[in-house]
């Protein structure tokens, strides 16, 4: 990424923690730790309840199957288009 990309990201971060300190009445101090004690990783157990709540969205009642083969097919035959489809615009592929 360029030089410029993280001074941006770090105004925008700056702004929106100052506009949310304002919002609640905070300092932007007690605003970032407010926002230290609320970002952190996911434990094991949450992290299996979010699998379990994904999982539990798809579709049970049609066969899935495994893409692999259609992304190779993809990827080996640019997308599609060196392959022949009987048109004349294949040039004998």
């Known amino acids: ?24 009445g905070h300092s932007i ?5 407010a926002v230290r ?15 379990a709540r994904q999982r539990a969205m798809a579709p049970t009642d049609c066969l899935s199957d ?3 083969l259609i992304i190779r097919w993809y990827r080996d035959t640019n997308h599609g288009r060196d392959t022949d489809d009987g048109w004349p615009d294949d040039d004998g592929r």
């Open 37 to 51: 004690r609320e970002v952190r990783p996911l434990t094991i157990e949450e992290k299996l309840a979010l699998s």
């Open 1 to 24: 990424m360029h030089d410029g990309f993280h001074d941006r990201i770090d105004a925008i971060a700056a702004d929106a923690i100052a506009e949310r300190a304002s919002a609640y």
């Open 29 to 33: 101090e007690e605003e970032v730790a």
């Open 66 to 68: 495994d893409s692999t």
